[in-house]
C-alpha cells in the first residue's frame, strides 16, 4: 500500500534474505541490527552516533517508558520520535519481557499481567489492550504484541500454558491494533521455549492470525546457542517468505552471523553498549578486553581500518587508560566503536548475500575473530 | 620570537584587555576559558564537543596524569596532545593544589611535598624540578611552577610561610624550566591567601623573576567571591600589562565577568561538567535545574537560539526525563550545554571589550540571570 509498511526481499542466498523494510518514517535495510534505547537513551550514546554508526531504526523499551515519564506524557509531548530527536523508524517492544525480568510481585492470569514498579512500587496492569495503547501513545513504527516470556529451563507443561495465553493476547493485541494509522506495523511473536513442536504450533498460529511481522522471542533468556538456533530452526520455515522476522534480544557478533545463514531479518540487542561500557570492544579480530594491561602502552589504534573514528583516533593505550580510571569517556567511546563493529557486520552480511556470498562472508569473518588480535607491536 | 609564545593585548575597556597568545599548536582568544580534562577527558564529553564549544585550550592535571598513566609512559606515546588527541594547546597545572586536595599523608618541605598517591597508597615525591619535568614529559604548552596552596581560612603566619616558600619553588622551576623547546611557557603563581600584603609582595617578586605569564592561585578554595575579587584586585595592578593573567579554578559565570573587568585574562573549572552531571544548565536565564519538576511536560528546549545543538534540539521534558532516570545522555548533552555556554560568554566578553562595552554587556548579562528562566508554558 502506498504510505505503508511494506518489506520486499531484495536478494536470497540460501535461507538467508537481504532486503527493505519500507515505512513512513524511513526504510530500514535487512539483515537489520537495532540499537536498544531502553529509557528514551542508549547508554552513554548521543543519538546522531547512533544514526553514523548506520542505525535505520531503534528500540525503546514500553515497560520503561510506561512507568517513567509515561507513556501519556510522551503522547503529550509529540511521541517517543520527538521526545528523543530520532525521526528515524522505531520498534517498541510489548514490555512484558521486562515485567518479567524486573518487575516485583507480578501476577499474569488471562486478562494480563499486573506487577509493582522497580522504581517506586507502584501497582501498575499490563493488558494485551494497553500494550498496544502504550505503543500507540508512543508512536512505534512497530509495535510488538504483549506476550509471556519464561526464563529457560521451565517445565514443559508450563512453557505450553505460556505459549497458548500468548496467542489468546496475540489475538487481542491484533484486535486492538485496528484503526492504527497507516505504515504501523504489529509483529506476533512466536513463543513455545525450548520445545521445537510448540514453536512450530505457534508460528502456524500467529501466522493464521496475519502480523505484519514475526518475531521468534523467548530466547537469549538463559539457553545455550544450540538451543536458540535451533528454535529459529524449528520455526523459520514455517514463516511467510515475504514478512519480516525479527530474533529478540539476539545477540553475540556469532549469534547475528548464525541467524542471519538461517533467515532472520532482525535483532536488537544492548550488548554493543553493555559491553562498551566493560570495557570490552567489538573488533574484525573479535573481542577485545581493553583493561588487559597489555594495551597500557600500544600507540595503535583499535582498528586503523574501521569506519568508526572512535576505533581510529584513539590509542589503546588511552582507551585502556580511560577505561582503568573509570572515565565515562571509556564507555562511550568503546560503545561507539561496538555500534559501528554491529552496524557494519549487518552491512557486510547484507552485501554478501546480494552478492550470493554469505556463508564465504561469515567463514572470513569467524576466521579473523579466531586469528584474534593484532600481535604485539 | 618567531614560532614561539606570544601574548597581544588587541583592545583594552577599563582593566579588561581582549587579546590572543600565540603559542606553536595554535592561538588562544582571551580572555579564555580552559575546560578541565583531569585524567586525560573531561567527565562525559567527547573532545570534538570541547572544540565544537569553542576551546582553544584546555587544561591537564599533573597530578592525576602523573600517577596514572605516568608522566613517561604519556611521553612514550608522543606526549599528552597526541594521547588524548587534542592537537590544540594544553595548559597543564603543577600537581600542587591536588597533592594538597587529594593525596594522604603529605609532607612538604624545603625541597618539595611527598605524599601517598590516592589511588594506590604509592610513595610519590613532588619537586619544583619533577613538576617542571613532568610538565615537559606531557609537552605542555603552558607548564605552571609548583606552589604551596592552602585553604582559607588559614592562619597569617602559614600563609606567610608557603607564600614564601612557593617564591623559592618559583625560582627552581624558572631555571629548570630553561632549555625548554621554543613556545612552551611557564607560568609563576602569586600567593598570598586573602593577605593583599602578601599578594602583593608575591606578585612583584614573581614579576622580578620574569615569567611569561602570572596566575593567581590559592583561591577559589573555600573564601567568599568578595575575598576572592579583592584578591585580584590587590594583585592584578602589580602584573606586568604585556603577559596574560591566569586566576585559577574559577569559577561560576559571575565569577568570570567580575574578574574579567578586574583584567583578568584565563581561567579553568570543572563546573560546566560537574554541574552538568548533576542536572544544572548554565543558561542567558540563569541556572537552571533540570531536576525540577516544573520541566517534566516543558516541550521547549532550553533555549531555542542557543548556538549549543544540545541546547536546541532537545526539549526540557527529555532533559529531565534523563536526568531524573540516572541516563548518562542526561549529564553528557548538560555538559556540552554548559560548555558551549562558557564558551560563548567569554566571546561575548570578547566582543564587547573590543567595542568598548563591556559593562553594558555584563549588565545585560546579569539582567538575563536575574530575570531568570522562562515563563511556564
Redesign the interface.
Known sequence: MADGFAFEVLHTDGAARAGLIRMPRGTVRTPAFMPVGT????????WHEVRAAGADIVLGNTYHLML??GAE?IA???GLH????WPHPILTDSGGFQVMSLAELRKVDENGVIFRSHLDGAVVELTPERAIEIQRLLDADIAMQLDECLELPAQGAEIARATALSLRWAERCKRAFEGAPPGRALFGIVQGGDDARLRHESARALVDMGFDGYAIGGLAVGETQAVMLAMVDATVPHLPAQRPRYLMGVGTPEDLLAAVARGVDMFDCVLPTRNGRHGLAFTRFGAINLKNARH??D?RPLDAESRCPAAR???R??L???V??N????G??LSVVNLFYYQDLMAGMRDAIAAGNLAGFAGMTREGWARGDLPAP
Do not use: C, T, W
Open positions: 529509557q528514551g537513551a542508549l547508554k552513554g550514546v548521543h517513567r515519564p506524557r503529550a509531548l509529540g520527538r521526545f528523543i530527536n597500557a602502552g600507540p583516533d584513539f590509542s593505550a588511552y585502556h587508560h580511560l582503568k580510571a572515565e565515562a569517556l571509556g562511550m567511546l
